[in-house]
């Protein structure tokens, strides 16, 4: 299983996971969001990244001419708002990577919406009104089981090690994302990141 750790915005955070390896990093480059990173700040993160770690620039309704500003150093390019297939095909026309597209489950619908739109990947995050992620909720497996899709995803959400392999049991994600699960006080822990990734590496 894949593992992401979201919200670098400090050079400590690249240590953390240069030590531990998981593999993708992502970064959030629009503006407004507690763990949002200028766009110099990323370009200086993302080249301490060690190489086999993918980097992910997450965008909330984004112009696309602003993502194509930075998507040289971008793996995969993570859209968290209400963008529609129009939109990620227009920015396929310009990026070799994958695209992911965030939706938070708050109904079977929505997820079967979202599976239809043209992404790569569905990031399967918690629903809590009014915020985008980054809340620390666990998703609603439940709903994500009723829900009819083929798009390989990610469950985000409060994943943690503790609970990681029962929150993934009879949902068979690609992946976990992890970010505030993965901080103390707001902060990038390394501890917390070194046990997230030994409990996913040992799953089975």
């Not at 990173?37 to 620039?57: M, Q």
């Not at 666990?138 to 090690?161: Q, R, Y």
Request: proline share 2%; with cysteine.
């Amino acid at each position: 299983m894949l593992i992401k750790i979201c919200g670098m915005r400090r050079h400590e955070d690249i240590a953390y996971v240069n030590e531990h390896r998981p593999d993708y990093a992502g970064f959030i480059l629009s503006a407004g969001f507690k763990r949002t990173v200028t766009h110099e700040l990323f370009r200086e993160l993302v080249s301490e990244l060690d190489k086999s770690i993918k980097a992910v620039g997450v965008f909330v309704d984004e112009d696309i001419e602003n993502i194509r500003a930075l998507s040289d150093r971008l793996d995969v390019i993570q859209l968290h708002g209400n963008e529609t297939a129009d939109y990620i095909a227009k920015l396929r026309k310009s990026f070799s990577g994958e695209i992911w597209k965030a939706v938070r489950a708050s109904s079977p619908d929505v997820i079967e919406r979202a599976d239809k739109l043209g992404a790569d990947k569905l990031l399967i995050d918690s629903f809590v009104n009014g915020q985008v992620g980054g809340t620390g909720k666990t998703a609603d497996t439940e709903i994500i089981k009723k829900a009819v899709f083929d798009t390989p995803f990610f469950l985000a959400g409060g994943v943690s090690a503790g609970n990681v392999r029962a929150l993934c049991e009879g949902i068979s994600p690609s992946g976990v994302d992890a970010s505030s699960s993965a901080e103390t006080d707001g902060f990038k822990d390394n501890e917390k990141i070194k046990a997230l990734v030994k409990a996913v590496r040992d799953m089975k």
